[in-house]
């Protein structure tokens, strides 16, 4: 199981960014996808789901409005797209699995992680 996060960098406070999880190594569908981030000491936090196999989704409520999350099935892949951003967004953001489907959104329900990826925002 292989979870690669790209997208982050430098943005000022109020753009966008969106971020990319592709995903290699089991069978995309039958998997929970999340999103966190860990702000410098600060706790790493669950920003996002997605249940491939129902489309349900989570996010907290800091990002709501904001972020949208999305799965593309075929080509194993969940992005993050992230707008109107502001300095409290910074962090190292991971992409995370499961298998099942639902709702999941502490990092302990997760079995696969990504590397992460910065995401600064600049005020």
């Known amino acids: 199981v292989q979870l690669v996060e790209s997208g982050g960098g430098l943005v000022q406070a109020g753009g966008s960014l969106r971020l990319s999880c592709a995903a290699s190594?089991?069978?995309?569908?039958?998997?929970?996808i999340g999103w966190f981030r860990q702000a410098p000491g600060k706790e790493r936090e669950g920003v996002s789901c997605i249940s491939s196999r129902d489309g349900r989704t989570y996010y907290v409520d800091s990002v709501k409005g904001r972020f949208t999350i999305s799965s593309d099935n075929a080509k194993n892949t969940v992005n993050l797209q992230m707008n109107s951003l502001k300095p409290e967004d910074t962090a190292v953001y991971y992409c995370?699995?499961?298998?099942?489907?639902?709702?999941?959104?502490?990092?302990?329900?997760?079995?696969?992680w990504g590397q992460g990826t910065q995401v600064t925002v600049s005020s």
């Open positions: 190594g089991f069978t995309f569908d039958d998997y929970v």
């Open positions: 995370a699995a499961v298998r099942g489907f639902g709702i999941f959104y502490k990092d302990y329900q997760y079995n696969y």
